[in-house]
């Protein structure tokens, strides 16, 4: 007869961002865990709470199948000798199965013959079996761990309670102290210990004890009560995703509730006051139905409605006290000057090793004046670009970011608009951070574009210059997500960027004039172009472009990145024509014999008086068409032309011996094939393109 499990792991609070991976994390590995132990079961569902992880499975069966297993021994004369007798190797191998001689077939496999017994496994008792999930339980991983006591096991969080139950049976296992039983704890202040015969009353029993284990119901419920108090006040309430499971996932029984703040506060920048309402108190902001922000928070309660008042009383007082902090620090920031932020970072350290935030500045207004004509800024944007690399990170030494960081560059962007910086400017300074995370918004703007490259530039340039090179997981000052970061900005202005000649270009300007710069970049190239390299490898695996494709692309003789982006989406998109298989394999075998010719005899002049066949006389005419137009001509066009090289490359080869016996003609044919492969290599290195 088929049963239900249940496993609830009780726990300490754990942070809520790590309450769904792991309630995910487990419903995975117990899973894991009944296949591989050859139990089939119905569904699997998980419930999480700041207090616990729990897994309902059903329809597991009383017992294991019976499994028969074919094993393989030694082979038949090692097992026995020339009188049939058994060997000792033969008589280990069965014992070892638990069986004995008798049970020995031989079956010939690739011409030699073996000992092979058949393996009866007897199924044990289900509930044998899931004592094993003590082995889940502790296998579960964190980002951060703790051990309590005078354990040397380290978990989340201390665990205070195992529920394991298969129907009404008690799965007994113990993990530390603490014994597997069919007691669940209720909500901290409101609830008792429940009691539960089966899982099925699962959630029913934790529901009167104000308890909701189901975490997407426990949303639903913060949903529809801010919902229901939305549209009572005609208001508008952006029901973030991140604050939304961050919520869900601090509270056990949710009641929301409206708190107020003073008018007075609404002076302040409305993201000063946003931040304070969301990122530090995890409050949802209020707005009307015009979108402008109201004296009114919203917030969820781990409890029910009983002594509300008190609640939103010291809610309402602990966000006045960080509002007037906020106030406090605008007006002070207000009495400073840009120039006298822009001295103080002088004095602050960008790292020891690489100097001060202002030498960084100095620095990013040189690469930015490099990038920026390089890709075509008008004059009135470099104009801009100019100015905002002068001070984009005053606002690092004023009040407000000091104890707001959340919102550098925001009020970089404020404070520059009230000092009277043009919008470009300002708009700048609050971009150059962008994008904030590897899928963030990236810069609307030219110019904060450039900033935001030249400054994550300088960020890499400067940590690969003093041996600070992110290693394995290592990457403690974001190098890997600022340079994903610089391909995303590229590749969605789709400016020309031909990095190797960029980087000529910084390195030279700042090692000409390091004093002021505080620093000495490195020559070596390598090691960054392998570095943003993968980078680019990871955009394009995202855009689900094959890894053939890509070791193709990012192989190639092409320098420019949007090139680079442009040859894989093209090479993509061309996968399923009906001739690429040939058209690919044609250029491959030019390419793997021109490797052939000897640099110091093989020139890349075609002698034309030394061709033997018309072949040859074709496809000198041919490969000249494609040489004169592709610098004209977009990479689709350049690539449609080299793929139009098969046929006269067939004839080619079916006409003509490469590698002939007169070294002059030997010589001049691979010269031919050289220049087709340096057409090629300039879009990709085909040969390492998969056509099977």
Not at 472 to 487: C, E, F, H, K
Request: aromatic content about 8%; some cysteine.
């Amino acid at each position: 007869m088929a049963k239900d499990l249940l496993l609830e792991i009780g726990l300490e609070e754990m942070p809520a961002h790590v309450v769904w991976p792991s309630s995910k994390q487990l419903e995975e590995r117990v899973s894991a865990f009944l296949e591989e132990q050859n139990l089939t079961f119905g569904s699997i569902e998980n419930f999480s709470t700041p207090r616990r992880l729990g897994i309902r499975v059903t329809d597991i069966p009383d017992r294991q199948e019976d499994v028969q297993e074919e094993v393989k021994g030694p082979a038949k004369k090692i097992a026995q000798d020339a009188e049939g007798n058994w060997s000792k190797a033969a008589e280990g191998f069965v014992r070892g199965q638990g069986l004995t001689t008798d049970a020995i077939t031989f079956r010939e496999v690739n011409g030699t013959e073996y000992v092979y017994v058949t393996k009866y496994i007897h199924g044990k008792d289900s509930k044998d079996v899931l004592t094993g999930l003590d082995t889940v339980i502790k296998s579960m991983t964190f980002p951060v761990t703790m051990h309590w006591g005078d354990n040397s096991f380290e978990y989340i969080r201390p665990i205070h309670w195992i529920v394991a139950l298969l129907d009404d049976e008690v799965i007994p296992f113990t993990l530390l102290d603490v014994t597997t039983g069919r007691e669940t704890l209720g909500h901290r202040f409101l609830g008792n210990t429940a009691m539960l015969v089966n899982p099925s009353e699962y959630e029913a029993k934790l529901k009167e004890q104000f308890v909701i284990a189901n975490a997407q119901e426990r949303q639903q419920m913060i949903i529809d009560q801010i919902n229901v108090l939305a549209a009572e006040h005609k208001w508008q309430v952006n029901l973030d995703a991140d604050l939304l499971e961050e919520v869900t996932n601090l509270v056990e029984y949710p009641t929301v509730f409206i708190g107020d703040f003073e008018e007075r506060f609404l002076s302040v920048p409305e993201e000063v006051l946003v931040t304070s309402m969301k990122e530090h108190q995890r409050y949802f902001e209020v707005r009307n139905q015009a979108g402008m922000l109201l004296p009114h928070f919203i917030s969820v309660r781990n409890g029910n409605r009983v002594k509300l008042e008190n609640v939103i009383k010291g809610n309402q007082k602990v966000l006045t006290a960080r509002l007037e902090d906020a106030d406090f620090f605008y007006e002070e920031d207000k009495k400073l000057s840009i120039e006298e932020c822009v001295e103080k970072l002088k004095n602050v350290t960008f790292h020891e090793k690489i100097g001060s935030m202002y030498e960084k500045m100095q620095r990013v207004g040189m690469i930015s004046q490099i990038i920026g004509k390089s890709v075509g800024l008008t004059a009135e944007e470099l104009t801009a670009l100019k100015r905002a690399a002068e001070i984009y990170k005053f606002d690092l030494v004023t009040n407000m970011v000091g104890e707001f960081s959340e919102l550098q560059g925001i009020m970089g962007e404020k404070y520059a608009r009230l000092k009277g910086e043009s919008p470009a400017v300002a708009q700048a300074i609050r971009e150059h951070y962008m994008p904030v995370s590897a899928e963030g918004d990236l810069p609307e703007s030219n110019v904060g574009a450039v900033l935001a490259i030249a400054d994550k530039l300088d960020s890499v340039f400067g940590f690969f210059a003093v041996g600070m090179v992110p290693s394995g997981s290592n990457d403690p000052y974001a190098l890997r997500r600022q340079t994903y970061g610089i391909v995303r900005i590229i590749e969605a202005k789709g400016w020309t960027f031909p990095f190797t000649a960029m980087h000529g270009k910084i390195v030279e300007a700042i090692n000409a004039d390091e004093l002021n710069y505080g620093i000495h970049f490195d020559q070596d190239q390598q090691a960054v172009v392998n570095f943003f390299k993968g980078r680019l490898r990871q955009r394009l695996q995202l855009q689900n472009i094959r890894h053939d494709l890509i070791d193709a692309v990012l192989d190639s003789k092409q320098d420019d990145l949007t090139q680079i982006f442009e040859a894989a989406r093209i090479f993509d998109q061309h996968t399923k024509d009906m001739d690429f298989k040939e058209a690919m394999e044609a250029l491959t075998r030019v390419i793997n014999l021109a490797k052939k010719k000897e640099p110091e005899t093989v020139t890349q002049q075609v002698d034309p008086s030394l061709f033997e066949n018309d072949s040859e006389q074709e496809l000198y005419q041919a490969v000249k068409e494609v040489q004169d137009q592709f610098g004209e001509q977009s990479m689709a066009e350049n690539y449609q032309m080299l793929a139009d090289l098969r046929p006269v490359i067939e004839r080619y080869f079916n006409q003509t011996m490469v590698m002939a016996e007169d070294e002059q003609v030997r010589n001049n044919r691979l010269s031919q094939l050289a220049q087709i492969a340096d057409i090629a290599e300039a879009l990709a290195s085909i040969d390492k393109i998969i056509t099977k």
